[in-house]
Each structure stands twice: as structure tokens, then as C-alpha cells.
């Protein structure tokens, strides 16, 4: 049965297409092919290399913009926030900060908040005397004549309303 078999197997291979042994003539001429294709290849991947080198010089500036306006916004942004934190800080007090870091603005507001306190500025009243003679000093500078205006009444405006009414009518009837 083996010997079937291979009978069988050897006439298939003999009738099918002829295959060509490799020569070295033909090694020849494809070794000559590829170092056409390698510098064609070459190129193509130097001339790759060239544009993502610029890609990424132009992203890596793009970046560094990028970091340099967060920067000046965050700084922008702890100026104001200081601002807002402690009213006594104005523009011309914060042009004094020569700090950059928002931790360090803020620490620098602190600073001067607490040597600049809010009320350092205000005056405080003095206490009232109950001395009569003051007290009349004080009414007589709020009303040189002496008369202290009475607190209106209810009704006064109705009178007032009242009286004009019947002053048109005297001007009417006399025209």
C-alpha cells in the first residue's frame, strides 16, 4: 500500500508546473534592485524624520506659550484674589510684590495685612458729653434760628393738599 502511494504522489508532482531553481545570475540582479528600493526608503523615512522633527519644535514652542500665559494667569489671578481677600491691598501696594508664585503672593498679602490692618486708618469717635450747655451749642449749629423743625403729623399733608385746592379755586374764580 505504500508502494500506492507513492506512485500516486510522484506522477502529481512531475505533471504540475516547473518550478525554476534560483540562480546566482538572478541573486545578481535583485541584490542591484534593492539598493534602489533601500535609498528610495532611505529618503522616504529621512524626509519623515525632517517633518516630525519640525512637528514637534513647533508643538514644544507652542507649549512653552502655552505654560507662559498659565503662568501670568495664575499670577494675574492671586493678584486679584489678594486684592479681594484684603481691601486694605490696592494696585499701587501690589506693584510693590515682586513675588511670582501665587503661594507666594498670597503669603506676602498675609504678610502685609496683618502689618497694615483695615481699621488702622479710621478715627475713632469720641464719646458723647451729656453737658447741657453742648447740647445746646449742637442744636444751635444745626438750626441758627433756634427752631428745631416739629416732626410732621398725620394729616399735615391732607391740609397742605387741601389749602391748594382752595387757593385754585380763588385764583379761578377771580380770572
Known sequence: MADNEETQTTPDTETGPQVKPETGADESANVQAEPQTDSDEVAKWKAMSRKNQKQSEANLHQLQQVQAELAQMK???????????????????????????????????EQYAKL?????????????????????????????QGVTNPKPKRGDAYKRSQERQKSRRRNHKTN
Open 75 to 109: 499670577t494675574d489671578n492671586a493678584r486679584l484674589t489678594a486684592k479681594n481677600t484684603h481691601p486694605q491691598i490696592t494696585d499701587d501696594v501690589l506693584a510693590l510684590c515682586s513675588e511670582t508664585e501665587p503661594d507666594k503672593i498670597a503669603a506676602w498679602a
Open 116 to 144: 497694615n490692618p483695615v481699621n488702622a486708618g479710621e478715627v475713632k469717635p469720641k464719646p458723647a458729653r451729656n453737658d447741657p450747655e453742648a447740647l445746646k451749642t449742637s442744636l444751635l449749629a444745626e438750626n441758627p
